[in-house]
């Protein structure tokens, strides 16, 4: 009885090492496939891969064939370490598959992809969404989202669609980076928050503001910078918020006993400081002109006639500490990872230089390579010129291979307020500050430039295809 138990035993081990050896040198196989070449049982190959898989010595998966339930003899194994040089090796190769393109190749495609070129602006409330999701997370100032930003992005640009889409809930805005006057306190010089329309503002889409979280949750500011940089209105409409909630403009005016205009100063600073939001974009602008001045420009014989603002005002919330796990965390990193692939479709180090609200890139790029080897972006050298590793969104790339093939003459005029003005960043020359009215103009057709940049009545040439700053 011994004998035969030690025998069946035996044979039960030869029969895993036999197994163990195949797969170190197969690859993805299924226990039906190994069972045909050994001639065995599938439902005894099976059981052998079972143990091996509790060993941690081979995995099961979807390698080769569709993914999806299938038979318990059709699933795929593959040996551990085997299956880690393929996934290497596959990412080497896909890697190497893409040509890198020039800074000018890619100023003309991250322009196309913005919506910024010839014939490639939006339309309606739906290509307003498409252009926020572009812009998410990237702070401008409040007056020119609705000044040049949207418009240049959006066909017949209506303010009705930002008012639809934030009233709903579906987008909100915010001051997300802390204000200078907080670090100037740290550093021992008392500074009051002056609101001005240049005061920098982004947009998010709720369901998917993630990144926006983590910035809040580390832009801790101390009660008592907040109290010395606000005045004591400010402070007191703060308070009522943080007490009662979500107010109407009117209710937070007879709250604080003051008059609207007083109240609409208080709100205006606590803005600029970052600390609080509105349901409706209009708003903020009431708070910018008072007087709804026209920040846009309307169609010819069409005159927009002035409304009433919309919305409550309340809080900018950091999730609280039992919310911030470690998982949460990773979500909120893979969120900004996403923010950056739609602005930019190919992302890498130096973009980073103009992102106020984003994570550091240190944080990023370990995210980036997860995203990568779950095969949902690739890395790769995209654009040539630039050190570190690019990432790119899988769609973006047939796009950036394209525009080394456009011949059209265009040149794409926006504000220099734009994310998209990255002289200095993608191509060489200096950058044009992001000051009120001031543009950057950028021709989308191939030259044979590629003289150092110079100085010429008050513009500047930039090499590489590159443009003038106007």
Not at 96 to 120: C, S
Request: include cysteine; glycine fraction near 10%.
């Amino acid at each position: 009885m011994l004998a035969q138990s030690s025998g069946a035993k035996s044979a039960d081990d030869i029969l895993r090492k036999a197994v163990q050896g195949w797969m170190s040198i197969l690859g993805p196989v299924t226990s039906r496939g190994l069972a045909v070449r050994l001639g065995i049982d599938a439902g005894e190959i099976w059981k052998q891969m079972l143990r091996l898989e509790m060993s941690g010595t081979i995995l099961r998966g979807s390698f080769e064939g569709p993914s999806g339930a299938v038979a318990d003899p059709d699933v795929e194994w593959c040996e551990r370490r085997l299956l880690q040089r393929i996934h290497k090796a596959t990412l080497h190769s896909l890697r190497k598959q893409i040509e890198p393109v020039t800074p000018a190749d890619y100023m003309r495609f991250v322009l196309n992809w913005q919506h910024l070129g010839a014939q490639r602006q939006l339309t309606g409330e739906a290509g307003l969404l498409e252009a926020l999701r572009g812009l998410e997370g990237f702070e401008a100032p409040a007056v020119e989202w609705e000044r040049s930003l949207l418009p240049q992005r959006v066909a017949n640009y209506d303010p009705r669609w930002l008012d639809t889409l934030t009233l709903t809930g579906v987008v909100g805005w915010g001051r997300i980076s802390p204000h200078p006057a907080f670090a100037a306190i740290e550093s021992g010089g008392p500074k009051r928050i002056i609101p001005t329309g240049v005061a920098p503002i982004t947009f998010f889409l709720r369901e998917d503001a993630l990144w926006m979280d983590l910035c809040l949750a580390r832009r801790e500011v101390p009660e008592a910078h907040l109290t010395a940089s606000l005045s004591d209105l400010a402070n007191r409409a703060r308070s009522y918020l943080g007490e009662r909630g979500a107010m109407f403009p009117g209710d937070l005016a007879r709250a604080l006993g003051a008059t609207a205009d007083e109240a609409g100063h208080a709100l205006w600073e606590l803005v600029a400081a970052g600390l609080v939001t509105a349901d409706g974009f209009d708003s903020l602008r009431v708070l910018v002109d008072p007087r709804r001045k026209k920040l846009f420009a309307a169609p010819a014989g069409i005159k927009r006639a002035a409304r009433p603002s919309a919305g409550r005002w309340s809080l900018l919330r950091a999730p609280d500490a039992a919310e911030q796990s470690a998982q949460w965390r990773e979500s909120a990193i893979e969120s900004a990872c996403h923010v950056l692939l739609r602005r930019y479709g190919v992302v890498f180090r130096d973009l980073m230089e103009r992102e106020t609200a984003m994570p550091k890139w240190r944080e990023l790029l370990g995210m980036f390579r997860r995203m990568e080897a779950r095969g949902t972006v690739r890395g790769g050298r995209f654009v040539s010129g630039f050190g570190g590793e690019q990432f790119a969104l899988p769609e973006a790339l047939e796009s950036l291979r394209a525009s080394r093939r456009e011949s059209e003459t265009n040149t794409v005029t926006y504000s220099a307020a734009d994310p998209m003005n990255l002289v200095g960043v993608v191509i060489p020359g200096e950058r044009e500050s992001a000051i009120l009215g001031r543009t950057v103009s950028y021709p989308t057709a191939k030259t044979a430039a590629d003289a150092p940049a110079q100085l010429s009545d008050g513009a500047l040439s930039l090499p590489f295809g590159g443009g003038a700053l106007a």
